[in-house]
């Protein structure tokens, strides 16, 4: 599933038809932000989740940035026309005074997903595999420490010039699933002073035959200033996660980090490696960064 969802990577570098119209949905909208060219990897759209009280106000909104930005908000760009409903999920927590109303960055992925999202610095062999068993890769072709340093460096920027954004780190996150959630952990790692807190659905903890998890032992940020979720399912592709996470979850608690406070992580019975599976559980992940 993992290489399948880079087929619509064709699509993923075209626009949008018209210009950056609000989303036909009451609420918030979404629109094209014509992001910085990056140096490194490929270009790709950039989508921008502006929330209820966006326009028209002066609030300063806290930013939560998500790969995979094409299966967030429209089926019709989504991985099997199945979109996360991310832009429903939150108007109904904002209007539940559940959570603060973020902006949400949607980054759409590129021909080079796996590359781009699998972290660097954790490989030091040659070639390492998805864990698929049908997949070599050679380390030398990784583009994650590009992709993080134009994410960090040139859009965070210009989405901080553009909108009214809060751009503290305690106010700046980062999510993603699968090898979307590698991605997410890397960040926190090599950018604790820009992200407060990171939400990995489904991560795919395979991918290197496991190395992400020892390097994550070694270099997340300390306790007490951050957030960390974790989450997987029992079914399909998540079957592989369990003793992989709870790997993880002991390196965590090793490291001084509070299960239910700064750092939680949930099973989910039954709950496949699907979009409609992340789509299904959003909110909690939600609630956990930006709880009001």
């Not at 009451?26 to 910085?36: D, K, N, V, Y």
């Not at 029992?234 to 490291?255: E, F, G, N, S, W």
Request: glycine fraction near 10%.
């Amino acid at each position: 599933m993992l290489a399948r969802r880079t087929l619509l990577a064709a699509a993923a570098l075209l626009p949008l038809a018209g210009t950056t119209p609000a989303s036909a949905r009451t609420g918030g909208r979404i629109e094209r932000f014509e992001a910085p060219q990056p140096a490194g990897i490929l270009s790709r759209p950039v989508d921008v989740w502006l929330p209820p009280d966006y326009d028209g106000g002066a609030t300063r909104h806290p930013v939560l940035y998500m790969h995979d930005g094409q299966n967030l908000f429209e089926p019709g760009h989504a991985f099997g026309g199945q979109e996360w409903r991310i832009d429903e999920t939150l108007e109904a927590l904002i209007a539940g005074d559940r959570v603060r109303a973020p902006i949400v960055v949607g980054i759409w992925n590129s021909p080079n997903r796996a590359l781009d999202y699998m972290p660097r610095k954790p490989v030091t062999a040659e070639t390492f595999s998805l864990g698929l068993g049908r997949d070599v890769l050679r380390r030398e072709d990784i583009t994650s420490d590009a992709y993080l340093a134009w994410l960090t460096g040139a859009l965070k920027p210009a989405i901080d010039a553009r909108y009214r954004t809060l751009p503290e780190r305690d106010h700046t996150f980062v999510t993603g699933s699968s090898m979307g959630g590698l991605i997410s952990a890397y960040a926190l790692a090599e950018y604790p002073e820009v992200f407060g807190g990171a939400a990995c659905l489904s991560t795919h903890w395979p991918a290197g035959d496991g190395v992400v998890i020892d390097w994550l032992a070694e270099h997340l940020p300390s306790p007490g200033r951050h957030r960390l979720y974790f989450d997987y399912g029992t079914a399909t592709l998540d079957a592989l996660y369990p003793p992989l996470q709870a790997r993880m979850d002991t390196a965590l608690r090793l490291a001084g980090w509070h299960e239910g406070g700064d750092w939680v992580t949930r099973r989910f019975e039954g709950a496949e490696h699907t979009e409609a599976a992340w789509a299904a559980r959003a909110d909690i992940p939600l609630t956990f960064l930006f709880g009001a």
